[in-house]
């Protein structure tokens, strides 16, 4: 049908589903029907893809975490084995003694004390303070071999850097409430920062073995005692450097000397990370109060005696 005007007569549909939306429709049959409507999204949708985002984010987070905390793991067994390695190369050099000695000795009165840290590491906070706490950055043997082509010396004002002996994951120290139940990591200060490194050496064949002398395991041993150990470390390189641990984060000193249970620096009920002498490092699971498992020992000599 045409109009008086011989044009294609038009007709206005209204749909009251929407005031956007509206058809023309044309009654010469060579033109089509269609429809219009501007872009946009409403607010139905909009919510919706928010809910999908929200939702993928929620599935993606810990997995990502996950894949971040493997990451800090992987730093730090590569500096265990770094240190490790250094601390082999100091064994090379000076006859099979390894880089472990006490921070204070007393010959007349027989007196022989020592640290977890003394082995390396970068200058110790102000908190420790005198000769049996504080240890100095060019005042330990295991340094010169770590960083070999850089001169150990603090600058003005403050303490030299040493990322090595850091571990990513390093949640706050233990070691100034070390003995006290229920201690938690210091949140202001982590171990590197405080004792100058986040890797303790192994302490717990000290206390095993003045526990079988008889003497008091948190305080001093006797020059004899020292002597005889500073040997033992010779002898544990030699004999069972594959399952000695000599060094380890300070979540195994706390679980394995301490006797207490935590989580690990890098996730897990008493995981902690282990240097062997071997050179071979492992994030492990830890028995409190245990100085040998199948995993590790920390503990070679069953046959001392009384000096």
Known sequence: MTSCFGMPKRTWDWHPESERSFRITVSNPMHTT??????????????????????????????????????????????????????????????????????????????????????????????????TAFRAVNDTPLNTYVEPERPLMDPPGGRMELPTYRCPSDPGTLQRKFWSPGTTPDPTITSYDDVGTSYHMNVQWWYEAARRAGINANGSGTLPMWS????????????????????????????????????????????????????????????????????????????????
């Not at 000397?257 to 002498?277: I, Q, Y």
């Open 228 to 307: 005889h150990y500073e040997k033992m470390f010779k002898v544990a390189n030699f004999r069972s450097a594959a399952r000695f641990s000599w060094m380890y984060d300070q979540s195994m000193d706390f679980i394995a000397v301490g006797g207490f249970e935590k989580m690990g620096d890098h996730g897990g009920e008493n995981k902690a990370t282990a240097s062997f002498m071997d050179g071979h490092v492992v994030y492990l699971t830890v028995t409190p109060k245990a100085a040998e498992t199948q995993d590790y020992t920390l503990w070679t000599d069953r046959f001392y005696r009384k000096p």
């Open 34 to 131: 269609g429809t219009r409507r501007h872009a946009g999204f409403t607010l139905v949708e909009l919510l919706v893809v928010v809910a999908v985002i929200a939702l993928l984010i929620g599935l993606l987070l810990p997995a990502l975490t996950k894949a971040r905390e493997q990451g800090r793991l992987m730093i730090c067994l590569n500096n265990a084995r770094t240190i490790t390695m250094a601390a082999n190369s100091y064994a090379a050099d000076n006859d099979g003694l390894w880089p472990v000695f006490p921070c204070f000795i007393n010959k007349q009165a027989n007196v022989a004390l020592f640290n977890s840290w003394d082995y390396g590491g970068k200058t110790t906070s102000s908190y420790w303070t005198g000769p």
